[in-house]
């Protein structure tokens, strides 16, 4: 019903920025959110921030003043600005869509922070 596309993922040293890339198609006029999830290895899946279709952001506190999610879902395209990178930050980051209270999610983007 929504595919999800990211893009932008990539090998980045410590402090440096990325931008990560997500194109929703498909069903897209009933999605309420989207947003951006991450899972490093052996760890549990986690957000790291959202918008909601009214505009509301949310964020993760872990990345509060360095990231920054932007885009809407009318345009079908969300946005994350990732600087002053952490080795921590190193993960598997997914766009995800909720449509009609089920979770739709990308195939990934690997983010590897150098430090």
């Known amino acids: 019903q929504v595919q999800l596309v990211e893009s932008g993922g990539g090998l980045v040293q410590s402090g440096g920025s990325l931008r990560l890339s997500c194109v929703a198609s498909g069903r897209v006029g009933d999605i309420d959110v989207m947003g951006w999830y991450r899972q490093g290895q052996g760890k549990k899946r986690e957000l790291v921030a959202d918008?909601?279709?009214?505009?509301?952001?949310n964020y993760a506190d872990s990345v509060k003043g360095r990231f920054t999610i932007s885009g809407d879902i009318d345009g079908n395209t969300v946005y994350l600005q990732m600087n002053v990178l952490k080795p921590e930050d190193t993960a598997v980051y997914y766009c995800s869509a909720r449509w009609i209270g089920y979770n739709f999610w990308g195939q990934g983007t690997q983010v590897t922070v150098a430090s």
């Open positions: 918008i909601a279709r009214g505009g509301n952001m």
